[in-house]
């Protein structure tokens, strides 16, 4: 079946860095989506991509999708404390209605 | 407001009994979904229903079972064949349309005694 991959799982970083998490597909996929959840939370959808090599901006937060559309990364810049929580990738294969989601990466911020 | 609301927040279950989880949303969403969620891990696909009436497994099915008689509502029944049933459940839904981004509710924390 699809797998949908993530790393690193933890990532803790100094307020102002920068951080970067790059999630991993077994196959080709159609669309891929990125939630947040902060700690006790629930997902919060972030943003969709669809095309080949698609990037997206949001302030500090900039998704991209690969070539081949079977990966993608989230980076975001000069991280804040409301940066705080897990990030998931979600993919969907071309004719399937089901997300696959990835194994998250839990970003801590160190004041 | 409209949202999807998960009843209750907490739930303990003891050995052998069934419990079943609420899912209510009013966004007029086509499709619904349950997912759970262990600590640490990712969200895995339980059951999910695009239209009233019917519904498909998901990626761990067994030792659940669902119904979806109104569009609006999706509860979940955890079986006493579920042998791990403590985690955190997840629903969700979405617009007919696959591209849509999935809304999830506040979840239902499920324990054994």
């Known amino acids: 079946g699809q797998q949908v991959m993530q790393i690193p799982q933890y990532q803790h970083v100094q307020e102002g860095e920068d951080f970067t998490t790059y999630c991993n597909s077994s196959?080709?996929?159609?669309?891929i989506q990125w939630y947040k959840q902060r700690p006790g939370g629930h997902p919060v959808f972030l943003i969709q991509l669809v095309k080949s090599g698609e990037v997206k901006k949001q302030k500090r937060l900039t998704f991209q999708f690969g070539e081949a559309k079977k990966n993608s990364s989230l980076h975001i810049t000069a991280t804040q404390t409301t940066d705080v929580g897990t990030y998931f990738c979600?993919?969907?294969?071309?004719?399937?209605?089901?997300?696959?989601f990835g194994t998250g990466t839990r970003l801590t911020i160190i004041p | 407001d409209g949202g999807i609301t998960q009843s209750p927040k907490y739930l303990f279950r003891k050995e052998g009994q069934n419990v079943t989880l609420s899912c209510e949303q009013n966004?007029?969403?086509?499709?619904m979904y349950w997912y759970r969620q262990d600590p640490g891990q990712g969200l895995r696909l339980i059951y999910y229903s695009q239209i009233v009436n019917d519904f498909q497994k998901g990626d761990i099915a067994e030792g659940y079972s669902v119904s979806r008689e109104k569009k609006e509502s999706f509860p979940l029944t955890v079986t006493s064949a579920q042998k791990n049933p403590t985690a955190f459940y997840l629903c969700?839904?979405?617009?007919?349309?696959?591209?849509?981004?999935?809304?999830f509710g506040d979840g239902t924390r499920l324990s054994i005694l």
């Open positions: 979600a993919g969907r294969r071309f004719g399937n209605e089901k997300l696959t």
């Open positions: 969700a839904s979405t617009q007919g349309n696959r591209n849509q981004p999935q809304h």
């Open positions: 966004l007029n969403h086509d499709a």
């Open positions: 196959t080709t996929l159609s669309n």
